[in-house]
């Protein structure tokens, strides 16, 4: 069973404060996605990374795609309410010909004003 | 631009009754799938289509049975619903099953089975 484990499960930070999560597993992806959701809505896709090492930047979101393409991780800087969600990581493995996706637990964020 | 458009947005249902989730898509994508999102648990595939006419299980399939007559539609059935059903059900769709491109979820089917 291939999992995608996300860390911390739950934050709750200060307006103006930085963060990062994480998204780790033991199975090399050939992508990986990030989305967040906000509630009573899906989630939407924010970034997918590619390559091993790859950054790419949001406005105040940083993405990372480790060198192993096995983890990944997002950083805000300056976290906003606005920031508010769930984050979920998905990462693509190639099966049988097909690109599967699976999805990590999801870290939950609240930024407080 | 509607995009994935789920209907209905909550539905109460008692243990042993049926019903179905609607899924529409304006966007002419082939693949569309089938989520349930559960606490902590992250999203858990129950069927897929990858075009009209074509589906396939996923991860947790037991209890639910899907059709895809369309591009457009691809409709969830529950049979006999049980508590363990009680979830938020995503139905979502993607271009092409190609690495790079992301899905689009609708805003969710809240169930509850009691």
């Known amino acids: 069973t291939q999992l995608l484990e996300q860390s911390p499960q739950f934050l709750s930070i200060q307006e103006g404060e930085n963060l990062t999560v994480y998204c780790n597993s033991s199975?090399?992806?050939?992508?990986l996605q990030w989305y967040r959701q906000e509630p009573g809505e899906g989630p939407v896709l924010l970034v997918t990374v590619v390559t091993g090492g790859e950054v790419k930047k949001l406005k105040r979101l940083t993405f990372q795609f480790g060198d192993a393409r096995k983890d990944s991780s997002l950083h805000i800087t300056a976290a906003q309410p606005g920031d508010t969600g769930l984050y979920l990581c998905?990462?693509?493995?190639?099966?049988?010909?097909?690109?599967?996706?699976?999805f990590g637990t999801g870290t939950r964020l609240k930024v407080l004003a | 631009n509607a995009g994935v458009t789920q209907t209905p947005k909550f539905r109460i249902l008692k243990i042993g009754q049926s019903m179905t989730l609607q899924c529409t898509q304006d966007?002419?994508?082939?693949?569309m799938y089938w989520y349930r999102q559960d606490p902590g648990m992250g999203l858990k595939l129950i069927y897929y289509s990858v075009g009209a006419g074509i589906t396939d299980k996923g991860e947790v399939p037991n209890g639910y049975n899907v059709s895809r007559s369309t591009t457009e539609d691809f409709p969830l059935r529950l049979e006999l619903a049980a508590p363990s059903q009680t979830s938020v059900y995503f139905c979502?769709?993607?271009?092409?099953?190609?690495?790079?491109?992301?899905?689009?979820f609708g805003s969710g089917t809240r169930l509850t089975v009691v």
């Open positions: 979502a769709s993607r271009r092409d099953p190609q690495r790079n491109y992301g899905y689009t």
């Open positions: 199975s090399v992806f050939s992508s």
């Open positions: 966007m002419n994508h082939n693949y």
């Open positions: 998905a990462g693509a493995l190639l099966t049988s010909g097909t690109y599967k996706y699976i």
